[in-house]
């Protein structure tokens, strides 16, 4: 596709063209006021001169007469090119016969002008008595203003474009999460002012960012207080709390403490601004050591080479396991394979799995399936699985396996 400046410039070129091309046309029907001017200076020459039966002599006195003051070689030739008189040095025919009453050439005493008579006479002179060819020099003084068009247009449109060009880097930093991002206002056109509302809106959406997260961080402080109080009575009442009671009062306190991780994580996940530790890693060892962390499950594929965070990349895998274990029937099946440039990461296990309508929705922050229990996980896990993986340049989608059941498939880049 053509760049935009490119674009406004073939435009600009291909209107002149096409305003040349009508000009020439015009002037081709109708006849220019220069064709007229030599169609005339022909007819004034040939009334001048005597008739071209008329004696040598006669016709020389007439040319005298008619270059006298010129100053300049003049030559009478007949339509077949004859020599018939001359006034000063003669001057020799020309190569080929002019098919327009003017014309125009060169000698070795310079520049000839050339006058066809409309009784096939022809007079040569050295000096311009004369238009030269009127719609050749008609032509090339329009294809000398589209060129000089042309290349006084192409800065304007490519200085337009850069600074369109900087204001769309400026959007892509913004969106990629650098909310520092901010383009040069330069001028004071359109472009100027839509520099400025971006800047404007950029100010805004970080001052928001930055209030989001500081309430988040204030909020996480600000529970884990209590959390931990609630931990630490926990405690004390070992002895004296039903065990039932006790084993509930922990689930729940450490189901609101994996809450407060998984939203804090999310949020960070948000913004670019998250510290990573990019490192090469194999990703099937690393989802070997994550399947020994819970029962029934089953591991298979080959070695895949990535960089990634490591710890988040391991987040990845346990959310898909803890997913399975919760919702689904055991065993529960992990493959890691290798498509193109992708290293792809396949879970399922014995259950249905989501319906077809549900897979998008499940990697929404907080959406729970129609088949989930109270109490059963937190609504964040697979939407982190997609943050993360979109994080290490994939996506993570549900797809149908076999037999009306469906899986979840990983693609990382690397």
């Known amino acids: 596709m053509l760049r935009l400046y490119l674009r406004f410039y073939v435009a600009l070129m291909a209107s002149l063209v096409l305003l040349g091309i009508a000009i020439a046309i015009v002037w081709r029907l109708a006849g220019g006021p220069m064709d007229q001017t030599g169609v005339t200076l022909s007819r004034v020459i040939e009334n001048i001169l005597p008739s071209a039966q008329a004696p040598a002599s006669e016709q020389e006195a007439a040319l005298k007469r008619l270059s006298a003051g010129l100053e300049s070689d003049v030559t009478l030739l007949d339509a077949d090119g004859r020599f018939i008189a001359a006034v000063g040095v003669p001057l020799p025919p020309p190569d080929a016969m002019p098919r327009h009453p003017l014309s125009f050439s060169h000698s070795r005493r310079g520049a000839l002008s050339k006058v066809r008579l409309a009784d096939g006479r022809l007079l040569i002179a050295a000096v311009p008595i004369k238009f030269s060819s009127a719609r050749a020099v008609s032509h090339l003084a329009l294809i000398a203003l589209i060129a000089a068009i042309g290349v006084a247009a192409f800065p304007i449109f490519r200085q337009l474009a850069r600074r369109l060009e900087r204001l769309q880097h400026g959007v892509d930093s913004l969106g990629a999460g650098d909310l520092s991002a901010r383009v040069a206002v330069e001028g004071n056109d359109e472009v100027a002012r839509l520099a400025e509302s971006f800047n404007r809106a950029a100010s805004q959406i970080e001052a928001l960012v930055k209030s989001h997260r500081t309430m988040l961080a204030n909020a996480s402080h600000e529970l884990r207080t209590p959390l931990a109080r609630i931990r630490l009575a926990a405690e004390l009442l070992k002895e004296a709390a039903e065990p039932k009671i006790k084993s509930g009062l ?165």
């Open 250 to 414: 922990e689930q729940d306190i450490a189901e609101i403490d994996g809450l407060i991780d998984e939203i804090l994580l999310a949020a960070r996940l948000d913004g670019v601004q998250m510290p990573e530790i990019i490192e090469e890693l194999d990703l099937l060892a690393t989802a070997a050591e994550e399947c020994a962390r819970y029962d029934d499950v089953h591991l298979e594929g080959s070695p895949q080479k990535l960089r990634g965070d490591a710890r988040l990349l391991r987040r990845l895998l346990r959310n898909l396991l803890e997913n399975a274990e919760r919702h689904g029937s055991p065993p529960t099946q992990m493959r890691v394979s290798r498509d193109g440039d992708f290293a792809v990461v396949r879970v399922w296990d014995d259950g249905p799995g989501p319906m077809q309508d549900e897979f998008e929705r499940v990697f929404a922050p907080f959406y729970r399936r129609r088949d989930a229990h109270a109490g059963t996980g937190t609504g964040l896990g697979l939407s982190l699985v997609r943050q993360i993986a979109r994080r290490h340049g994939g996506d993570a989608r549900c797809e149908m396996i076999d037999d009306a059941r469906s899986g979840f498939v990983v693609t990382l880049a690397g």
